[in-house]
Every structure is written in structure tokens, then in C-alpha cells.
């Protein structure tokens, strides 16, 4: 009993001690996630800049009478590249990854009915008008393959460099080395180990800065050939002996392209209704004093890389596949994923420079420019050869875009699980106190009384002069005094 009575304040203090560290735990728990009123849902499709309507198979003009097995051949081979992509990257574009199911349905299907090919394009893809922000339609333009003359060694006939890319060329992100480089952006050469400047511009280059290198490909005859080839990124070259170069778009200078049709435009030289490439040409032709500084007005410069591929063969797109005449386009590639099928349609001046031929085809994404840009925005591979480019050559003009998206990422089922806001209480206010009864039932005052005098205006009362605060006093903390502990002892 004694002893008990002797353990009972060891028993208390034990207790005082341990309950605040009990409290401490209670309240260092995290509380529990507040849950939101709304679950988190995946947004409809969002293209840069771009407005879109969902449309229906019937709404789109000349759809049924398209020959819808040569799309689907053009898109079956942007589906090996995109099938070949084993671990791609998350793709922060509009269809992201979504082709990837259209694709796996098309690996097996042979399809050679008009039909056929035309159920599987709306069994797997909805259709979308897209343009840009305020604008009805998109725009188009043409583009080839130039079939020139040339030689592997410099003479007084071929004495116009076609170059390979330089070594000191440097894109920021990216090896010197890679087998390739984005078509857009600033680019450097390297001056000793560290130190970046802005690579050598068109005239710098057309004067020789980088001649005697190595860097030569093939010469060619004129310097109209290599800007057309470079406007064009691809180019067979006829050599001498029979055989032929084919060359492709490996990296540029770094500098914007700069269209010489539009300076042209804007001299007043060639009017805007007649512009083409066969106008250029023959204007550079005429003017071979004036051609030299027209050149030079587009400071960007491209560089090629040789391609092994034969005569046969038709040129290789950004997305590593070989193009379809009619049926390959360049768009903007940060935008869009390589694949997607566009239909565009609307009226082209095939037959002559002054016709309207009715163009209604279904397009596949394959290619890209740096001049390409917007979300309507094509550039249609027209084949290869001097007739290819007289054709492509004229067109500049306004078309209709629908935009084929994988029924997986159908915009109008994700749009119905959206979740609209509240009603403004202003508009059901607005009805029950109508703005103008207010006025109506306040009362008049009469002609004669007397007005209060009015208050300051804001601009008197910020002219006085306003007392400042008292400086805070420098109060120093107290030192906390040394506790003593006290030692109790118990006798036993």
C-alpha cells in the first residue's frame, strides 16, 4: 500500500508528459482530400488556332464520288510508319496517338472496291470542318519534284553548288549528327568549342563562304534550278553519264523563307491573279541582273542529303514514306500527326491557268514545309517533272477542309459529358425589376431645394496631404530564462 502510494506521482507526471504527444499525432494526420463537385473528364479535341464543326458524311461535296482505294493506299503506307513507332512518344498534338487503332484495322484488310474503301473511312473516322480562328476555309498550294541537269564535278557549264550540311551547323536539342533536323527554328554554327552565331545566310553562302569544304553533292547549271529545288525539298538529278541523284531536305540555315512570288506581287511586277512558278522563272530568265538580288531577298538556304532510291521511286516525305501524287499533302506538323486524312475540296486550275477544275479528293498527311503553317493549311504533292510543276505552280487558293479524326475521340460525346455552368440570377433579376421602373418610381425633387453640398471629389481628396505612419519601434525579444529543474526524492 505504502508503495503504491509513493509510485502515484511518477504515475501522473508520466501521463502529463505522454498526453500532449498524443494530441501532437492527432493532429499531424493530413485531412482527408476534398472531393471536387465535378469528376475529372477528358476535354474535345483542341487545335491550336483552329475552329471546327462536325459534319456529316452527306455534307461533304463530291465524297461519294471520290476513288477512296487510292486514299486508302496512301493511308496504309503512313500506317507502316506509324506501326513501326514501337515505343512513341506522348504526343501533345490533336490526334495524339489515335491513328494507331484505324491503323491495326487496315494492316489485315486488302481492300480494292471503291465501296469497301469508302465503309472502312466512316466506319472508322468521323469528319470535322476545320479552319482558322474567323476564317471559312483553308488554303492550299502545289508542290514537285524538279528533274534537273547536273554534274558530280564542277565545269564551266555546271558550276552552281548543290551542298551537303555543313558540320558546324548546330540546332540547339539536337546532335550535330542527327539523321535530321527541324525545318523551323534558329540555327548556329559553332566557333571553337562554345561560342554560337547565326549560320551563313543565302548571299553569304551564293559568295562562297563554305566552298572548298567537301560539302559539294553534285553542280548544276543555273541558280534558279538550286532555289526551285530548295522551295520544292526534293530533286532528281540527271547526270551526265545516264544516271540520276536523287536528293532530299536534310536542314536549313536557320533563317525565315521569305516567298520571291510575293516580293514580285509587291513590286508590281506580276499581278496576284497571274502568279506561278512558270512566271518566276521566266521573269528570272528576263532579268538576269535583277534575279540575283531577288534571290537574295530570301535569306534561307537548305541543305540535301542523297536518298538511294530509284528512277521509279517517288520522293520521300517528312514521315520517312514515299509520296502519292494527288494524295500526299505537307501540313503543319506542329498541328497535326503525320496519317491524318483531309478531304479537301473546292475548285484548282488544272486544265489551264484560267480554268476551275473541281478538286474533291481525300488526303493524307505526309509531309511538311517550313512555309506550311496554320491548321488549314496544305501543300499538295503534285508528282515529279516539268509538267508536275507547271501544274503545281498555280495553285494559291482558297479550299474547304474536313479533317478525318478516329471515332475514338469523338469531340460531341466528349462535348455532351461536359459540364455546363450555372444560369446568371442576373437575367431571372432582370425580369422581376425591369431597369426602368426604378426610374419611374423614384421620387422628383423639386426645381427649388436646396443641394447639399458636395463632397470632395477623389481627385481634391488625394491632393491633401496624408500623415505617415509612425515608424515601428525596434523592440528587442526577450531571452527566454534558463528553467530550473528541481529534483524530487522519495523516500522509501
Not at 188 to 217: M, N, Q, S, T
Not at 329 to 337: P, R
Not at 372 to 389: H, K, M, N, V
Request: glycine share 8%.
Amino acid at each position: 500500500m505504502i508503495l503504491a502510494l509513493l509510485l502515484l506521482p511518477l504515475a501522473a507526471t508520466a501521463a502529463r508528459k505522454a498526453r500532449p504527444l498524443a494530441a501532437r499525432t492527432v493532429h499531424s494526420q493530413a485531412p482527408a482530400p476534398r472531393v471536387l463537385p465535378y469528376p475529372t473528364l477528358e476535354w474535345p479535341i483542341v487545335v491550336n488556332g483552329a475552329q471546327y464543326a462536325p459534319l456529316g458524311w452527306g455534307d461533304i461535296a463530291g465524297w461519294a464520288s471520290d476513288d477512296h482505294v487510292q486514299a486508302y493506299k496512301a493511308f496504309r503506307v503512313s500506317c507502316a510508319s506509324i506501326a513501326a513507332q514501337r515505343n512513341p512518344p506522348e504526343d501533345s498534338k490533336a490526334l495524339g496517338a489515335s491513328l494507331r487503332e484505324p491503323c491495326r484495322a487496315a494492316k489485315t484488310r486488302e481492300i480494292t472496291e471503291d465501296a469497301e474503301a469508302r465503309a472502312f473511312f466512316e466506319e472508322n473516322f468521323l469528319p470535322l470542318q476545320i479552319s482558322r480562328l474567323g476564317e471559312d476555309a483553308g488554303f492550299v498550294t502545289g508542290y514537285y519534284e524538279p528533274i534537273l541537269d547536273g554534274s558530280r564535278t564542277q565545269t564551266d557549264v555546271y558550276n552552281v553548288p548543290i551542298y551537303r550540311r555543313p558540320s558546324n551547323l548546330f540546332v540547339r536539342g539536337f546532335k550535330q549528327d542527327a539523321p535530321s533536323l527541324p525545318n523551323k527554328g534558329q540555327v548556329f554554327r559553332k566557333i571553337g568549342r562554345r561560342k554560337l552565331v547565326p549560320y551563313y545566310d543565302r548571299g553569304e553562302i551564293e559568295d562562297g563562304v563554305i566552298a572548298g569544304r567537301g560539302l559539294e553533292i553534285c553542280w548544276l547549271k543555273d541558280p534558279t534550278d538550286l532555289l526551285f529545288a530548295q522551295i520544292q525539298g526534293s530533286a532528281r538529278i540527271r547526270l551526265q553519264d545516264g544516271l540520276t541523284i536523287r536528293i532530299n531536305y536534310d536542314a536549313h540555315n536557320g533563317y525565315p523563307y521569305t516567298a520571291v512570288g510575293r516580293i514580285l506581287i509587291d513590286r508590281g511586277i506580276i499581278p496576284k491573279e497571274q502568279m506561278s512558278m512558270q512566271k518566276i522563272r521566266e521573269w528570272i530568265e528576263q532579268n538576269p541582273d535583277g534575279a540575283k538580288e531577288l534571290r537574295r531577298q530570301n535569306r534561307a538556304y537548305v541543305f540535301f542529303h542523297e536518298v538511294q532510291l530509284s528512277d521509279k521511286d517517288e520522293a520521300v516525305g517528312a514521315q520517312g514514306v514515299p509520296l502519292t501524287p494527288g494524295r500526299s499533302i505537307a501540313v503543319d506538323n506542329s498541328l497535326h500527326v503525320y496519317g491524318t486524312p483531309f478531304f479537301i475540296e473546292g475548285q484548282l486550275p488544272i486544265d489551264s491557268v484560267q480554268s476551275k477544275t473541281p478538286f474533291r479528293r481525300l488526303m493524307v498527311a505526309q509531309d511538311t514545309g517550313s512555309a506550311i503553317t496554320g491548321p488549314a493549311r496544305a501543300d499538295i504533292y503534285y508528282g515529279a517533272g516539268s509538267e508536275a510543276g507547271r501544274i503545281s505552280g498555280r495553285f494559291r487558293h482558297n479550299m474547304r477542309f474536313v479533317m478525318l479524326v478516329p471515332r475514338s475521340l469523338d469531340p460531341v460525346a466528349r462535348g455532351r459529358k461536359m459540364p455546363l455552368p450555372d444560369p446568371r440570377p442576373s437575367e431571372k433579376i432582370a425580369r422581376l425589376f425591369p431597369p426602368g421602373d426604378l426610374a419611374k418610381d423614384k421620387p422628383k425633387e423639386p426645381a427649388d431645394a436646396a443641394k447639399p453640398a458636395s463632397a470632395p471629389t477623389p481627385v481634391a481628396q488625394a491632393t491633401e496631404k496624408v500623415p505617415l505612419p509612425e515608424a515601428r519601434p525596434v523592440i528587442e525579444p526577450e531571452r527566454a530564462r534558463p528553467r530550473r529543474r528541481r529534483f524530487y526524492r522519495y523516500r522509501q
